[in-house]
């Protein structure tokens, strides 16, 4: 079992919708939580960066962490094109605190 | 525009063969991470240098291996290279000694084919 899963999608909507992407993790040594933004042919951008449980709101961009049920979320609202883009999940457990254990991606679609 | 820049962006090579990928990181940035991302799948982490000396490894043999030097810049060498070993090798630097703080800034990668 992979520490981190992440399903890959695709995931296909049309501008304006909200997406919803979400991550499962199996470490409870995990206690920092990101997100990031890949695009075709680039590095990974970091979108969020939660450390405890609860909501952080960034602009469209909203970061959830529920510890209690190992599950992460991150919510795109009013989506455009741009944001077409493979999303990545990653985690840092304590005692590994250099190491980020990343999802697979899910391929997010913005369709105009 | 990313502070980390990588070279080659793509490479071809023979399998047995011996690679060297290279990294800029981000000035004033003393951690660089190197990772290896297969099609399809996240980045997996290979190992981490802190002021020159490897501080943290992941599930990788040793024929990875890596230099860190002053000037932020650093190496990512493979030996005896498998054809498995084709995937997106990406850097990233850090202003900390480790991701949590400071998070990482990351290169476009290099795109390495193993034939």
């Known amino acids: 079992q992979k520490e981190v899963e992440q399903d890959p999608g695709p995931l296909s909507v049309p501008e304006g919708a909200i997406v919803s992407l979400n991550c499962t993790y199996s470490?409870?040594?995990?206690?920092?939580f990101m997100w990031y933004r890949q695009y075709s042919r680039k590095g990974p951008e970091l979108l969020m960066y939660?450390?405890?449980?609860g909501n952080k709101e960034d602009g469209r961009f909203t970061a959830q962490v529920d510890k209690s049920s190992k599950y992460i979320s991150l919510f795109i609202r009013d989506s455009q094109p741009s944001d077409s883009a493979t999303y990545l999940c990653a985690m840092i457990s304590a005692d590994n605190d250099y190491k980020l254990s990343f999802g697979a991606g899910t391929t997010v679609t913005v369709r105009a | 525009e990313t502070g980390v820049t990588q070279s080659p962006t793509h490479l071809i090579k023979t399998r047995g063969q011996q690679v060297t990928l290279r990294c800029s990181s981000q000035s004033g940035h003393n951690t660089v991470s190197w990772y290896q991302q297969a099609l399809g799948q996240g980045p997996q982490f290979i190992f981490q240098?802190?002021?020159?000396?490897?501080?943290g490894r992941g599930n990788f043999p040793p024929r990875f291996s890596g230099l860190q030097f002053p000037n932020y810049s650093s190496e990512l060498n493979v030996n005896a290279l498998e054809l498995d070993d084709s995937a997106l090798y990406l850097c990233?630097?850090?202003?900390?000694?480790?991701?949590?703080?400071?998070?990482?800034?990351f290169g476009s990668g290099t795109r390495l084919t193993v034939v």
């Open positions: 470490n409870s040594a995990f206690q920092y």
């Open positions: 990233a630097s850090s202003g900390g000694t480790g991701a949590n703080l400071y998070g990482y800034t």
């Open positions: 939660t450390y405890s449980s």
């Open positions: 240098y802190y002021r020159e000396e490897e501080n």
